[in-house]
């Protein structure tokens, strides 16, 4: 449990940096500019960001009773001498349920609280697809490995459905490289939007530009 909670933490860190770097938040101006969106998604990465070190500093804790446990069990075993144990087993194991009862308790309360991020995650992530969904003009999502990861339904009509998992350079161009002179990599490298005009062919195979 530890290390999941280390690994949320991290996670969590990992996003809010993500989310400072692409939006530029260390600008005052960048951060009055942020839409309703952006802010929800902010602070839903504060919130797991907050909930996760909460859970570490109480795992930490739990960590340390557990050792102390571990090594009075110890002590107990390795003494050769006879000793008294009938009181100390009777404590620990008053130590060993009241831990269990705490970590069951917190184990509860951070799995709701992972199920309400991820609700909240998904319904943002629903109202932005319908967003797009309901733009006149074609948009394609294409991460940084270039897998095409949305087409709007405008663009489907033009371009077709791409398939799951289709790279971008293999479903607009049908090319089995990325493209010479890729502004996606400029874009990766420059952290700036980047604009190219495409000659492309449609589903009935005529030539459109697109942009």
């Known amino acids: 449990r530890f290390l999941l909670v280390n690994i949320f933490v991290l996670l969590a860190l990992g996003l809010l940096a993500l989310l400072v770097y692409v939006w530029q938040l260390w600008k005052i101006e960048n951060l009055k500019a942020l ?3 952006q802010i929800g998604l902010l602070a839903i990465a504060l919130a797991v960001l907050i909930v996760s070190l909460v859970a570490r500093s109480v795992a930490s804790g739990y960590r340390k009773q557990i050792k102390k446990f571990h090594k009075a ?4 075993q390795k003494s050769p001498e006879p000793i008294e144990t009938k009181g100390r087993i009777k404590e620990l194991k ?3 349920n009241d831990l269990n009862k705490v970590i069951e308790v917190w184990d509860k309360h951070f799995k709701h609280k992972e199920k309400e991020l991820k609700k909240d995650i998904e319904i943002e ?3 932005l697809a319908n967003l797009w969904e309901d733009l006149s003009d074609g948009v394609i ?5 270039y897998s095409v990861e949305f087409a709007n339904q405008a663009i489907k009509e033009v ?5 799951e998992g289709i790279r971008c350079f293999e479903y607009l161009e049908n090319l089995e490289d990325p493209c010479e002179l890729c502004q996606l990599q400029e874009a990766m490298e420059t952290g700036k939007p980047q604009k190219i005009i495409k000659e492309l062919r449609d589903i009935s195979g005529q030539k459109r530009y697109f942009e």
């Open 125 to 127: 992530r629903q109202k």
């Open 94 to 96: 008053t130590i060993a």
């Open 159 to 163: 371009l077709g459905d791409p398939p």
């Open 35 to 37: 839409d309703p969106m």
């Open 141 to 145: 999502l294409i991460d940084t490995h």
């Open 73 to 76: 069990l110890f002590d107990a």
